[in-house]
């Protein structure tokens, strides 16, 4: 049992590995959490759970359903829409400020984990590295400010699932499309690596949507949409 002492690092335990579940899938858009269960299952009391699902709450992830209690959001198609427009205008700008801010030691590194995602093709392990490379490149950006919007970004966006290199081709699409971008960069011309990371942006958003019509009980809420 949780003490009250020890409460604050086993809630923040709880939303990491909470957190985790929804990245890989395991948590899905409208899961129930049950905070028993949870409790059970995370091997831990119902105090720290009950505060990781408030911070999950605070973070927009989680909604309260009448008659259910607390569940994963499910976002409708004007929000998807809005998140990658958003993700896509503050990635462009960080790949932006790289072309001015990175060292020639970060746009090689960045090169190399790229070279390396290329080697892993679709494998799990390229999926991690996929966000590792994307927060190197922020990290090349050099803005602080950016980072944060980019990191509450990130947590509403969770929300869809899976990333999408899990579809066929994606992976060895977005290899390529990050080698536009680093290119860019690595001749300093701000203005394109902005236009190669935002159609790096719009094609994952592509196969997002396509995603998301094909899920069962999805369809009518986005058929009338994308017509």
Known sequence: MATEDDSGPQANGAYSRLMTELREGRLNPGDRLRETELAERLGMSRTPVREAIRQLEAD???THVPRQGACIRTLDYAEV????EMRSVLEGTAARLAARAASDIEIEELFEMN?????LGGAPEAFVLNRQF????LDAAKNRFLARSIHALQKALMILGPTTLTEPDRAEKAVEEHFGVLDAIKKRDGTLAEAAMRAHIEAAQRVRVRALRAQPGRTSGFDGDLL
């Open 115 to 119: 070279q390396q995602m290329a080697q």
């Open 60 to 62: 927009g992830v989680v």
């Open 134 to 137: 994307h927060a190197a490149l």
């Open 81 to 84: 829409m809005e998140l990658y």
